[in-house]
């Protein structure tokens, strides 16, 4: 600290016993201090601005094909022949929702109980180790899971899993498919599964952590059992951060692209079983970027379905993000 | 008693339940992992490293994915400089001039959602500047989108680095009568200095692995980039097309460009955590 | 003087390499209050949470020795916790009301131990009157227990640890958090509870200790310096650091 000290101030100065606060070097620091403060200022507000920007910029380009075409039969028709100039996204909405869901659902039971397991019951030493590998799978970038989706999870669903299933729930409609090549809305959802993974523990992890210690050990002192303490005490506590750390890999889900484009199947239909093509949004927008430009409208209507894409993903995170705070202000 | 027994099946239950998840989720990891060496080594060669594709390198003929390597360092190296140059301050600012205020909230909520935008949408918004600017794809529009895409990123993980370093520290250096500039360059910057290398890291880990944001905006050449207006290669895009061909040997070559980004992403991942880890030795308690 | 209810016998603690008890052993009579003393750091706070087995919940803290709870140590092999946690309560210095009702929270004991026969609300009420505070919430049984005052959460607290009838109650500095209106309250309850319940207070105020104890624990240093009847230990100390704390010139 006397460090610093030494060098913010010039001794010597002092020892002139000229008033600091008069001196030319003082009126330089501060007019210094002022600009760099407007320089940040300028820069922050720039970045609060991005997202309206982002927003804007996609309505702008979008407002062709929503100047044309009524909003519910983009939404809600399946017609989707751009060079006859029929836009329906009903497909592609499906989709991704399909594909999301099924993410969900096999993401969120694994990662929940592995966030409570870390931070409840694992030692440190487990803690320890676990955490830096749940970190790295994080990093991991999306077409490296979709590589991976290729070679493991598209001939799992496809050679064991699909045969398995229809033999024995075929009845059901959920399971019934007419597509044998596995690419389809489970092998998305799968991957998509463990890209959020990381994402899901880690936040669900850092809430249940902020539970008071004491909370814990009163419940405990009453003679309840570990489990009955999370269940009843901790999650309960929890109970937003939990949500919020749901909702959060479910944005991250819906937007994201590479990944699912490779294992998906892009067919544009509506999916009727798990194992069917599906064509989520993000997907359609990445595929035809090439020829997006010559045909009419085409342009604008997959930049609107980006802007859809943005709203729906904005919506979830900030409806996540005010329940942490919620959360956080109230510990 | 029976409610005794049956308590204790309960908490064995979930107990199984948890480690098995658990097991499930790490060995995600290795699984990936090995599944990308054991397919990506046999196709790995000096060749692939060293050489951009030649005529016919997409129908399995000679050449390499130099050109997607170094295109993708420019492109990351790019957009990590622009994020660094605006994040730093923004950084900075959230903890000297604008601590206690009503900014922070906002801003803090503003970088958590832009750090929510599907990076595909990151794409589109930079495919319309370049439309803007009456541009074509290119290795300034790819950096751009990206520089996007890392500064919530970085700004964020500066931030967080930042906050832990202790309010005293900063309150003894106003307490001097220095400057909230002064703090935070002399004591907030260098405090921190490690912290905020590894969130530049990560940052770079994850503009370099990105495809979506880069697939408009970069194009993709077989050349290597000359200038910053000329398109340029990226790995994600490379594994990408080298896996859309029907051709067994490109498919392969793919797993082997997937190898190659792996190992960049997790060795910056690991430096990251390295420089990480020396904050705390560090910080001036 | 009765049985004694629990017997301490070489008991050691260490955290890491840090040794917080040295050989603690000791007996604490059934019935009355036993009011633990010393310094602040010394190891009073360790001591009670060992007799529970909440200590475990500390990582890193290793326990060795025995606690005779009735003649069966607590910490052999195959003991249940949680059974030995119903039987000693413990009464923590702040008080941490359960994110749920008032009445929730008094009967979440019984009902994780799957007590509720269809009286649970006799026994909420039973336990909020011996906590003294069933006149000042029985209107409002249904609001969260976080809308309580502090001194109101810490009889809550007393009613809920109460709910699960353990026989014996371990308070550490049970007043500590509270004013001293409300503090009189806390020690009120305590009194009564001592005709049917082995209460151990862990306290720094000395006129507390005074005004509640039948027995008296020092503790220095992480021993156990010397224990005996209230007014044995006031009156006549045999240790000269026994003497010497009371007397105030350390500690
Ligand atoms: N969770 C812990 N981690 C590390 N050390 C601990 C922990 N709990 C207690 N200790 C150490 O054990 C020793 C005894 O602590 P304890 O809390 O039992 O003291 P105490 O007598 O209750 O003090 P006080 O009167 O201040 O409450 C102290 O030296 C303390 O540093
Ligand atoms: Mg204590």
């Known amino acids: 600290m006397r460090r610093i000290a030494a060098k913010l101030f010039n001794p010597k100065s002092d020892r002139a016993g000229s008033d600091p606060r008069r001196s030319r070097r003082w009126w330089k620091r501060v007019a210094l201090d002022k600009s760099a403060h407007y320089t940040m200022r300028l820069l922050t507000m720039a970045t609060v601005g991005l997202v309206p920007l982002i927003a804007g910029a996609l309505l702008w380009r979008a407002w062709p094909i929503l100047a044309t075409h009524r909003l519910t039969s983009l939404l809600f028709s399946q017609a989707w022949h751009p060079l006859r100039g029929e836009f329906g996204f009903l497909p592609f909405i499906m989709g991704t929702l399909w594909v999301t869901t099924v993410a969900m659902l096999l993401a969120v039971p694994p990662s929940l109980l592995t966030a409570i397991y870390l931070a409840e019951y694992a030692p440190v030493r487990v803690q320890r180790l676990a955490n ?65 993974f990381p994402l899901i523990i880690a936040v669900a992890q850092d809430l249940i952590r902020a539970v008071p210690q004491g909370l814990r050990e009163a419940s405990l002192s009453l003679g309840a059992t570990r489990w009955q303490t999370v269940k009843h005490v901790v999650l309960r506590r929890a109970r937003a951060g939990v949500v919020a750390a749901v909702v959060l890999g479910c944005s991250r889900a819906l937007g994201e692209t590479m990944a699912v484009l490779m294992v998906v199947g892009n067919v544009p239909q509506i999916p009727r079983s798990i194992f069917d093509a599906a064509y989520p949004l993000p997907a359609l927008i990445a595929n035809n970027y090439g020829e997006m430009m010559s045909v009419p409208l085409y342009d604008a209507a997959l930049l609107g379905s980006a802007l859809v894409l943005l709203l729906v993903v904005l919506g979830f995170n900030v409806a996540s993000r005010l329940a942490v705070m919620r959360l956080v202000g109230t510990n | 008693m029976k409610q005794h027994r049956r308590r204790r099946l309960e908490e064995r239950f979930f107990l199984v339940l948890m480690v098995f998840s658990t097991v499930t989720v790490l060995g995600s990891l290795f699984l990936i992992l090995y599944t990308i060496i054991r397919r990506g080594m046999p196709a790995l060669s000096v060749d692939m490293l060293t050489k951009v594709p030649k ?140 912290a905020l290398l590894t969130a530049v890291l990560l940052a770079f880990g994850r503009g370099i692995g990105d495809a979506a944001s880069v697939l408009f905006t970069a194009g993709y050449t077989d050349r290597l980039p000359d200038s910053l207006l000329s398109p ?43 420089f990480a880890k020396r904050l705390t030795r560090n910080v001036v308690k | 003087m009765e049985a004694t209810q629990i017997r301490i016998q070489d008991l050691n603690v260490w955290y890491g390499s840090q040794h917080i008890l040295r050989n603690i052993n000791a007996a604490i009579p059934a019935r009355g209050i036993t009011a633990i003393i010393g310094p602040s750091g010394c190891g009073k706070t360790t001591l009670l949470r060992s007799i529970n087995r909440l200590l475990e919940e500390t990582e890193g803290m290793r326990v060795s020795g025995q606690v005779l709870l009735g003649g069966v140590d607590i910490y052999r092999p195959g003991a249940d916790v949680t059974a030995v946690r119903t039987r000693i309560g413990l009464l923590a210095p702040k008080p941490f009301p359960l994110p749920m009702s008032i009445y929730e929270n008094v009967a979440y004991g019984p009902r994780i131990h799957g007590w509720h026969s269809g009286h649970l609300y006799e026994i909420v009420q039973r336990n909020l009157e011996a906590a003294g505070l069933w006149d000042e919430v029985k209107d409002r049984l249904r609001t969260p227990a976080s809308r309580l005052s502090t001194g109101q959460q810490q009889r809550l607290c007393l009613a809920r640890a109460l709910a699960v009838e353990p026989q014996v109650l371990l308070c550490d500095e049970p007043t500590s958090a509270l004013d001293p209106i409300s503090a009189q309250g806390v020690e009120s309850q305590l009194q009564r509870l001592k005709q049917d319940h082995t209460v151990v207070v862990v306290t720094h105020i000395l006129r507390q200790a005074r005004r509640l104890a039948d027995n008296v624990m020092f503790m220095w240093l992480g021993e156990l310096v010397e224990e005996g009847t209230a007014v044995q230990l006031f009156t006549s100390p045999n240790d000269p650091r026994t003497k010497a704390y009371l007397a105030g010139s350390i500690g």
């Open chain 1, 132 to 196: 830096p590998v749940i970190d790295l799978l994080a990093g991991i970038p999306s077409v490296v899971y979709g590589v991976w989706g290729v070679l493991v999870i598209v001939p799992l669903v496809g050679n064991q899993i699909l045969p398995f299933v229809s033999r024995h729930l075929g009845a059901l409609a959920l399971f019934r498919t007419d597509n044998p090549t596995g690419f389809g809305v489970l092998a998305g959802g799968a991957v998509l599964a463990v890209m959020i």
């Open chain 2, 55 to 194: 005529g016919g390198y997409y129908l399995g003929k000679e050449g390499g994915i130099l050109n997607a390597i170094v295109g993708s360092l420019y492109l990351a190296g790019g957009g990590t400089l622009i994020a660094l140059v605006l994040s730093l301050p923004i950084a900075l600012y959230l903890h000297s001039h604008a601590r206690h205020s009503r900014v922070v909230h906002v801003t803090r909520l503003a970088l958590d959602v832009l750090w929510g935008v599907p990076s595909i949408v990151y794409g589109a918004f930079g495919f319309i500047i370049l439309l803007a600017l009456g541009m074509r794809a290119s290795l300034l529009g790819g950096i751009i989108a990206l520089a996007l895409l890392e500064l919530p990123i970085m700004t964020r993980g500066m931030d967080e680095a930042i906050a832990m370093i202790p309010d005293a520290l900063k309150e003894a250096s106003y307490a001097l009568g220095a400057t909230h500039l002064e703090t935070a360059v002399k004591v907030i910057l260098r405090q921190s200095a490690p």
């Open chain 2, 232 to 274: 340029a290669a990226s790995l994600p895009l490379a594994i990408f097309f080298q896996l859309g061909t029907p051709f067994p040997a490109v498919q392969q070559r793919a797993y082997a460009s997937a190898l190659v980004l792996t190992v960049i992403v997790l060795a910056l991942s690991i430096a990251a955590r390295y």
